[in-house]
């Protein structure tokens, strides 16, 4: 059985288990203020500019602590209704007190205009004491859908947030993928210019574990790490975030097993379409969401698994197949060989 | 510079690291489902009979998880005022909305006689609805002073903890070291016998990271991985966390690297002993702190790394030496031969 | 210029006020313990039999510290998306920790299979650990729509509630409004029969201010005082709810005064019909929501106060008219005098 | 039997009620939008200068909603172990996901000095970012112990807060009666020079219930409305707080009631003395705690209700007698005779 199922099947990139290895018994102080840690925030900064780092366990975490860093008891996170914080983490938003408020989207995207409606929309009404204060943007890019927001959307998302006062903050569980995903994609430059906060996934792209955090706007600086113990993502052998986060910017990792994965992607995809499979959603990274008949997923279920995604028609579904750093050519292969046989 | 300042200076148990190798490139589900967890899960529960066992990163992620999930919005957690979750977790608890219930401590502990005296005081205060009502109990063995709770004081505990219907919660994060200090030390049925809840502590005892929670009441052990989810403290790779603890309680290894410790701390505290310096507390564990004047300090940081606790008299403070599984014998060594120098 | 904006722009009931009046200089003891507050909840234990009765001032109190005392932490509300706690509350209820599970209602109301498909796609959901866990049902009778629920849709919700364990708690804001709806409104056995809390409104029924909060369900009964003083909801001089409750129960008063509003209310809606106007909401109770013009609204406004609800069309929006106990039969015919005179 | 319990044991000043009556049927807008709030506002302001007021129906409200709208997550707040906050109400702040810092204080106050060196224990902490970070100062005045701070040392609170940005919030749940305590009591200018926001207590000084917060900083002023409603602190008939405290504010109401009661307490308070009685507090306010062998609190009890407040040796408690603007001569004409034959 081959697995497509998510792109956390494996352990981490041997180059990082590798450094593990041979800094296991050096000692170092805990909490993130080691010399790993700290030459992996200069590393990020050399392609980020002046920024503040912080690696934190997973993004479940990362979400909830960076939006409860950023917004006021009475304000609330504007996102995509398909977004993971409304979707998939357990309301950790509003178990740190804030409201969710979702915005309708068909590819995981929102735009430019519905922040503005949203803003627009709270200031005229004559009551907006009695609802939610919209106090921030949450997008992610990659999305849960595998899309990518261009660098004009971005720069419009950043520019309406800008003009209210909204901080713009960016998951990128997923962000290596989302870089490998063409010409036009978003660069660290991109990034720095349009976010307030983002974060850079590792679980996802090639380490065990963890999330660098990266604070762009200097007024947003201020007390982070108080948040982070508190909210227990302050790990204490902080140097094992550093030294992966240290190997996947060294010589080009992230870029490089990020390609990787987003290449072995658009194989499956190109082998879907070539055999008439329409795909639920236009993606150029390592997310597919073929749309098949019950017999078709029946077929490919025999040696591959992957991921039941929604119900479309009474005879068909879209799943989800993931790639990701690890995946090895051979098993795209098999893959593409049965989704020629298949029925 | 050798360095006694905590215990987590160091990476994991060089067993764990080749699992880690060894296993890296298979592919498993996530969030704790798969066979290591499993397999884990298995080895705590020939330990301690028929509980549930869940993986967690750290320490003050484990403590706010469960405080959370076992007190009602008015309740509060007693604790010894020393307590980790009073001190040292940013007000982790609070931000979960309830209060830290001090009770005074000279040595980390606090008493059944505490308990009891903190409940007939709320029942009888006519006002007591408007108090917080004391809704579970945590203690720490060792506690933050390296102290150890004896059997007959934890089964007190646990008597006057279930005649209140409080959970009873042992924050084990170096619960090997307690377990490995002398005769009379806490043992499994012992902890299962009187706690309804508590953890084995993985990040100080071997492992890179990770704390298992072990729920020994029935009645409590429902949705936990919710608020797992929802706090951020459910690991994508779960068998990250599986294969450390599959590890560390294979063939004894938890217990033998644990008793290295201590007796590696025995002997400096012997050393101290001999030269005349009294100890802050009594301590047999793997924390020890000795009460050094100003200028033993200087000497004794020559070479050593160490950690001011608190402000004794006028001349003198304690200070904390800390040994972990990764403390080497001949650094011990080093140390005793300076502090037989020491002026 | 006559105000039909809202259902609390006047004072209370007379008899509240002479209540307050002649009670002035007793000294009574404080928080709901003293005997005003007993008589109120006697003869409200006369109607709806064997349940706990606490007084709060507010809506939005009453429903923060109703839903926060209900779920457990990983659990949110099911509501309509139309629902006060999902609009109009500035994320109160997030504010405790919870999220609000809104369902589509294109009428304020809510349906025992919405429910049941909520709970089963929950339940089938593989991932269902890292979703919201409904907790309870949220509905209000009327609701903001002035819309009722039947007996029968309240029976069903009520058992689909029971089948899947989950509270049922009714804001009843404008409680008596609906009892006044017809001869198939709500009784108060069908409200006892089928919720497991709910709330008397007196603000908007003839009190200067209050809420009763009425626990049916002898499960869900301990410690209510306590969570109620946390949220700031006790108040000090108890007294002034249990007087007004005590006064608005005795003789049928909230009966008799809610009938009269309801009575009005039902003379603007033949008037608004009659002239060919339609009503964007069909209510039997205390709002009415005709869609008008542009220059009907601005003929109306000269004389007289109402509430913008929503754009209907390019030239028409619905607006909101209330009566409430303080309506007078002489500004209600001038309002139908010129209904009639309307563009 | 004569009750001395509290202060809020009757309704409110006959002014206020007539107030009431006079205004019932007057229709305004909700939510303290209406003309009487706007009065009220501008009497205060008279009094106070440029300054924002918010009227909240009551003290626990008040200070929760306060408290959660100056601190930022990781904050607490620094107030005498006897604050009000800190005992009385069943944790409402750390409900709102923030760390009571108790001080300890022997008579209700906590000095600049205390604060300062909170400040620089924080800083000098080299785990500090594992502490909860002070984040304003809580005090009341008058105190639970019926102190009140001097000009001195407030303005020594307020000179420390400044020089280390900790807003500085006074609870004046009885302010009213603190600034009858005599020629060097505190003024509005003190109030208004030292704190940051303050509130000026209705419920116990004269109305049926209400405070007015009072917002100094300009800097504190943003959406403090939508926090309000958030917590359930925005009474919909935002008219009678307004009513009341332009009453209170109209002919200096609020100084003559207060000095009353301070004069009845000041009778008292000198009848012990005269008795031998000591006093466990020297209180200059409207609450006396002599301290009683158990036979004379018998004595006492058989014709006055008074507060049991500690126990001070074998034979000895202390008691608290409270008078108030409701309080009769000739009640405490009785009380002193019973005084005088009390064994």
């Given at each position: ?120 929309e709270h200031r005229a009404d004559a009551t907006h004491e009695h609802r939610v204060q919209p106090g921030m943007v949450f997008i992610g890019s990659p999305t849960e859908c595998g899309t990518v927001y261009t660098r004009e959307e971005l720069l419009a998302l950043s520019n309406v947030c800008r003009r209210y006062h909204l901080p713009l903050y960016l998951d990128g569980a997923r962000l290596g993928y989302g870089m490998a995903a063409g010409n036009d994609s978003l660069r660290w430059e991109d990034l720095t210019a349009c976010c307030d906060v983002f ?145």
């Amino acid at each position: 059985m081959i697995d497509f199922t998510c792109d956390y099947s494996e352990g981490a990139h041997p180059a990082i288990l590798q450094r593990l290895m041979d800094t296991n018994f050096e000692q170092t102080p805990g909490y993130g203020e080691d010399a790993y840690c700290q030459s992996a925030r200069e590393k990020i900064r050399s392609l980020c500019g002046d920024v503040d780092v912080h690696f934190l366990v997973g993004g479940t975490q990362a979400n909830l602590t960076v939006i409860a860093f950023l917004l006021k008891p009475w304000q609330g996170v504007l996102c995509a209704d398909t977004g993971h914080i409304n979707q998939h983490e357990t309301g950790a938003v509003e178990a740190t007190g804030h409201k969710v408020l979702a915005l309708p989207s068909k590819d995981g995207k929102i735009t430019a205009a519905q922040v503005e409606q949203a803003m627009e929309e709270h200031r005229a009404d004559a009551t907006h004491e009695h609802r939610v204060q919209p106090g921030m943007v949450f997008i992610g890019s990659p999305t849960e859908c595998g899309t990518v927001y261009t660098r004009e959307e971005l720069l419009a998302l950043s520019n309406v947030c800008r003009r209210y006062h909204l901080p713009l903050y960016l998951d990128g569980a997923r962000l290596g993928y989302g870089m490998a995903a063409g010409n036009d994609s978003l660069r660290w430059e991109d990034l720095t210019a349009c976010c307030d906060v983002f974060y850079i996934g590792g679980t996802k792209v090639g380490a065990l574990f963890g999330e660098a955090v990266v604070i762009v706007n200097p007024a947003l600086r201020t007390d982070f790490r108080y948040i982070m113990k508190q909210r227990g993502a302050m790990l204490a052998k902080g140097r094992l975030l550093g030294l992966q986060f240290d190997t996947l910017f060294t010589g080009h990792l992230y870029e490089t097993i990020s390609r990787h994965a987003v290449e072995q992607a658009q194989r499956i995809r190109s082998a879907f379409l070539e055999k008439g499979i329409p795909l639920l959603f236009d993606s150029p990274t390592n997310q597919q969401f073929p749309i098949l008949r019950r017999e078709q997923q029946a077929f490919l279920a025999q040696d591959f698994s992957f991921c039941y995604w929604e119900k479309v028609d009474e005879n068909r579904d879209s799943v989800r197949f993931c790639t990701s750093w690890a995946t090895r050519d051979e098993d795209v292969t098999a893959l593409i060989h049965a989704i020629e046989q298949m029925p």
